[in-house]
């Protein structure tokens, strides 16, 4: 026991010292982050108001606080017990309108990933992707997606299913 209190000292000595230092080099600021001890009336507030409570000397806040964590804790391990609503089955989606525009090898192979997607937003992502990749069968720029249709500058449309 010794041993650990000449440590503690040690090292307490050794933080001051160097806190010290560095009072002697930083601005008054600094200084000011810098001060170390504890303020006595401080301290007393900080107890009083967190270890109060449990005597009576607070109000009703802290009391409430303090018995919505209880509940907290008593009733987590029951939530995470009910059972969340089962995933949903994708619905079946025709691609064949996409495979015909499906003209080059790499958006043969993000249909080809949207096709074996099984999540609703991973196979969104995917033709997401495809429409971002895909030009304009007319003028070759770029096409966006809107409402289900596929939409070019210079007019073209397309509609999906």
Known sequence: MQEVR???????????????????????????????GVDQASARSTALSFFGGFFGLQSIAWQAHVVAMIFGFVAAPLVMRIPVGRQRPLKPMSFTQWQALATTLELRSILEEAERADIPEIRDAWLEKFVHAMRCPQCGGPVKMRFGRLTSPCGWRGRLG
């Open 6 to 36: 000449n440590s503690t000292r040690f090292l307490l000595r050794s933080f001051k010292a160097k806190a010290d230092q560095l009072k002697l080099t930083a601005g008054e600021d600094v200084r000011e982050l810098l001060r170390f």
